[in-house]
């Protein structure tokens, strides 16, 4: 089968939706990270490539099921990444959610609309594009759906600006008559309770407030003094590596008192801290994510080197090997409703099959790494710049 390709070469808004959350709170942060890419990652990429079988198996139900891209890869900013099992029952979990929200034949389902031609009415700056979008004239609600494919941190739907912002682009697109807007973050691998799906309902007319604070923010991201407001969400994803607001956060924490650290630490100490820790922790990663790239780029820092992540065993066919184990190990082979792993397969087995399980296995390694020099690996062979197939990154679009 003849698979659609992630969209290259797209482009953002200069204030887009997916960077709602941090230039309408530090509007500062807009003109300090003029000119600044935006740096990537794996993990990132993985989120690239979920999002866009996602969007072909929401758009195109009876051409593609998520189970259609399995160990396909694509080359998105530079990372070989390929669909697993993993990505196909997230993505899976995903189609579901949304259309559990459909409930009759007149709501309409919009994936991946551009609502940029309606917010740019606002401001010139605005723009972005929504995962899924039902409107319901039965509920007369808007819902707004945003798949976060990430399993490091949960994203909340409760007031997420993200998610608001495109509610505003599909109330202007659709010039529909609702009363309500039910926003959601779908994060299947990430689930608390068993819960993929975390909501938020509001009453429609909160929009007109909404767009009002909006234009506003967006205005003073014009301003060259505009405030740069340090917080755990807006730099999480700030490109800018040298912000003075941050650096003096950070500075607030190496000076003070940490000696003794135990019962005699004063509490108002230990609250300040502890506010300030996860800038730091931001700071952490970025740092390390620009070291990453600049080691793919074949620049890595002095004493460090790109080499490939530790190779795991797999079963070279996944299909062979769930019918050849479940005769032999029956409902042991499996964690419901996966075969278990080939390591896992193995201490089950006797003798005799542990020997005929290397024909069913291979050596892959998940990606590359950073490590100093001292690791025993040898350094990865890296392609060119311009070998690779690039697809921008458009992860929280």
Request: aromatic residues 8%; negative net charge.
């Amino acid at each position: 089968m003849s698979l659609p390709k992630p969209e290259q070469n797209s482009t953002h808004a200069k204030l887009s939706a997916s960077g709602a959350h941090r230039w309408s709170v530090c509007t500062g942060s807009v003109a300090l990270s003029e000119g600044i890419p935006n740096t990537t990652s794996e993990f990132a990429a993985q989120g690239t490539y979920a999002h866009h079988i996602a969007a072909e198996c929401l758009a195109n139900p009876v051409k593609y099921e998520p189970r259609d891209w399995i160990d396909y890869q694509e080359t998105i900013d530079g990372y070989v990444i390929s669909c697993d099992e993993e990505m196909v029952e997230a993505v899976e979990d995903y189609l579901r959610t949304v259309r559990s929200y459909i409930s009759s034949d007149e709501d309409v389902l919009l994936v991946e609309q551009d609502f940029t031609p309606e917010l740019i009415k606002l401001h010139p700056d605005f723009g972005g594009s929504a995962d899924a979008i039902i409107i319901s004239k039965l509920h007369n609600t808007i819902y707004v759906f945003d798949l976060k494919y990430g399993a490091g941190i949960k994203v909340d739907a409760f007031n997420n600006i993200q998610l608001k912002y495109y509610a505003l682009g599909a109330l202007l697109a659709s010039k529909a008559s609702v009363d309500k807007v039910v926003i959601g973050v779908v994060q299947p691998r990430l689930k608390l309770d068993g819960e993929a799906l975390s909501t938020y309902e509001f009453d429609a007319v909160d929009l007109v407030d909404f767009s009002a604070d909006l234009i506003d923010a967006a205005n003073e991201t014009a301003d060259l003094d505009a405030p740069l407001v340090p917080g755990e969400k807006q730099c999480q994803w700030c490109p800018v590596g040298d912000c003075p607001a941050l650096k003096a956060r950070q500075d607030e924490l190496m000076t003070q008192e940490f000696e003794i650290i135990g019962d005699d630490l004063p509490s108002d100490t230990l609250g300040k801290a502890l506010d300030i820790i996860p800038l730091v922790e931001a700071r952490i990663k970025q740092l390390r994510e620009l070291a990453y790239q600049n080691g793919l780029k074949g620049n890595p820092p002095p004493g460090y080197k790109i080499v490939e992540k530790v190779a795991r065993r797999k079963f070279k066919s996944l299909e062979e090997a769930e019918a050849k184990y479940e005769k032999i190990l029956g409902n042991d082979a499996f964690t419901e409703p996966k075969l278990k792993t080939a390591p896992q397969i193995e201490k089950l087995l006797s003798k005799e099959d542990k020997k005929a399980l290397a024909d069913d296995v291979e050596k892959v390694s998940s990606g590359l790494t950073l490590v100093a020099e001292s690791d025993k690996r040898q350094p990865a062979l890296l392609a060119a710049p311009d070998d690779f197939d690039i697809v921008e990154n458009k992860t929280d679009e």
